[in-house]
T-cell receptor, first 111, second 115 residues
Framework: KQEVTQIPAALSVPEGENLVLNCSFT??????LQWFRQDPGKGLTSLLL?????REQTSGRLNASLDKSSGRSTLYIAASQPGDSATYLC??????????FGAGTTVTVRA | SAVISQKPSRDICQRGTSLTIQCQVD?????MFWYRQQPGQSLTLIAT?????????ESGFVIDKFPISRPNLTFSTLTVSNMSPEDSSIYLC????????????FGSGTRLTVV
């Protein structure tokens, strides 16, 4: 079973700065690596999905990379905005599609 | 990507009672998952709901406490039985990514408070 770790637990940056969120996992046979956003009291919003054959995915200001050999994924958010303030969750699965979640990184972007 | 309608969105229940949570998907899916998010924590998988067969439970979760139904490929229910305050959590259903989708889809969650 995947063990997923996210560091740091919390991050505060001024508006405009680039964000770098880290995720590590224990099983290099990872099948899917998914980044989510969760706002307080809300459900999960899927951000980027990286499948095992891929190395990165991009959507607008977001870019996520996957390095299976080192057991790491990184989510980059360019030119952060106060609206990016949320908790970001990383989760990995094997071929059974069962997700194991990290504890999340809570991001605060200061105006 | 699939769209999931989950209800109720929240409930306050008396200890010892049961609550059934429903998830309706707008397309047919083979697998559905149920997760729990305890206060201040991340998500933990409860079980996999498979149509036409018994649900598969993760370690620490049992059918008597969390019975699951999956009558067809678009619908599932999770019941939280004989509730105690420790069951106060957010419960979410999810479906895995389909062809060409952007990722996993989650229901909006059911915030359960047991008093």
């Amino acid at each position: 079973k995947q063990e997923v770790t996210q560091i740091p637990a919390a991050l505060s940056v001024p508006e405009g700065e680039n964000l770098v969120l880290n995720c590590s996992f224990t099983d290099s046979a990872i099948y899917n690596l998914q980044w989510f956003r969760q706002d307080p009291g809300k459900g999960l919003t899927s951000l980027l999905l990286i499948q095992s054959s891929q190395r990165e995915q991009t959507s607008g200001r977001l870019n996520a990379s996957l390095d299976k050999s080192s057991g790491r994924s990184t989510l980059y958010i360019a030119a952060s905005q106060p609206g990016d303030s949320a908790t970001y969750l990383c989760a990995g699965s094997g071929g059974d599609y069962k997700l194991s979640f990290g504890a999340g990184t809570t991001v605060t972007v200061r105006a | 990507s699939a769209v999931i309608s989950q209800k109720p969105s929240r409930d306050i229940c008396q200890r010892g009672t049961s609550l059934t949570i429903q998830c309706q998907v707008d397309s047919q899916v083979t697998m559905m998952f149920w997760y729990r998010q305890q206060p201040g924590q991340s998500l933990t998988l409860i079980a996999t709901a498979n149509q036409g067969s018994e649900a598969t439970y993760e370690s620490g979760f049992v059918i008597d406490k969390f019975p699951i139904s999956r009558p067809n490929l678009t619908f599932s229910t999770l019941t939280v039985s004989n509730m105690s305050p420790e069951d106060s959590s957010i419960y979410l259903c999810s479906v895995p990514p389909g062809q060409g989708s952007y990722g996993y889809t989650f229901g909006s969650g059911t915030r359960l408070t047991v008093v």
